[in-house]
């Protein structure tokens, strides 16, 4: 049986086991996916072991996503731009490390809008996971990217590592200026960590209803937040987190086997298990 896993630290919050082992079944794939809770000074013998033969690959979540870099021998362009790993594909005793986020957000943002590309948006947030936005929405050619965090210089530090003469480029916005920038947007994404709690809104509520009657709003959590209600409250097209883990997940089904993922069946496995948890 062929191994995969996870590798972070903590894990055992993941759905990822759930919606990989259900697509391994569903292909007839002789191979497991576990949880590897992985200290940081586990993460190099963690490593190590994955070019041993009988590996099928790994994903990579926090805070190791950074760390794994100097472990692999090639990262593709994606994930250096995003500046993190989250998918280890391992080939011939070598190791590859890419970054499946931004082609998970980018495949949940066209399920929404059915396939249009929004002409622009505006992320709030400006840590790990709002890299892999931006990355995500340059490659889809967003030409009005917006990005506000409430601290301007490390937005405007991210905006900069990531523009290029052959991208769409980032604005970095003052916070002050989120009133503003609201009713002329198309797509809004709440990157920050702020919506587990019932209550908790990444900006003040009157924001959501500045947003123009065409907008989709998207929030990296997994689960129905209180931005997501007032969005869904003027009918606004809304989605959460969980999309964006099944198609990441999906990517790095397809670049560990060659295979198409079954998404029908990934997506079942992970709504039954974050319902059993809720």
């Known amino acids: 049986m062929l191994a995969s896993g996870l590798i972070g630290d903590p894990v055992d919050h993941s759905l990822s086991a759930f919606m990989h082992n259900a697509a391994f079944e569903a292909l007839g794939i002789d191979a497991r996916y576990d949880l590897w809770h992985t200290k940081a000074d586990e993460l190099p013998n963690r490593i190590a072991a994955l070019r041993m033969e009988g590996v099928l690959g790994a994903n990579v979540t926090v805070p190791h996503k950074q760390a794994v870099i100097s472990l692999v021998d090639e990262v593709s362009d994606t994930a250096e731009r995003i500046g993190a790993v989250n998918t280890l594909i391992p080939r011939g005793g070598r190791l590859m490390g890419d970054n499946t986020d931004a082609y998970g957000f980018g495949r949940s943002l066209l399920e929404l809008t059915d396939g249009a590309i929004p002409a622009s948006a505006l ?148 709504r039954k298990a974050y319902a059993r948890r809720s």
């Open 123 to 270: 992320v709030v947030g400006a840590g790990g996971a709002s890299r892999a936005v931006l990355v995500s929405l340059q490659n889809a050619g967003v030409a009005g990217i917006r990005l506000v965090n409430r601290t301007y210089a490390t937005a405007q530090a991210l905006a900069a590592a990531l523009n290029g003469l052959d991208r769409p480029a980032i604005a970095a916005e003052p916070w002050s200026r989120l009133k503003n920038l609201a009713p002329a947007v198309q797509l809004i994404v709440n990157a920050t960590s702020v919506g587990w709690h019932d209550d908790d809104l990444p900006f003040e509520a009157g924001i959501v209803s500045l947003l123009p009657p065409e907008a989709v709003v998207m929030d990296l959590t997994y689960r129905q937040t209180a931005m997501l209600r007032l969005a869904s409250d003027r009918a606004l097209r809304t989605v959460d987190g969980l999309p964006m883990l099944i198609y990441q997940g999906a990517r790095a089904f397809e670049l560990w086997t060659g295979q198409d993922a079954p998404i029908d069946v990934m997506t079942n496995a992970v």
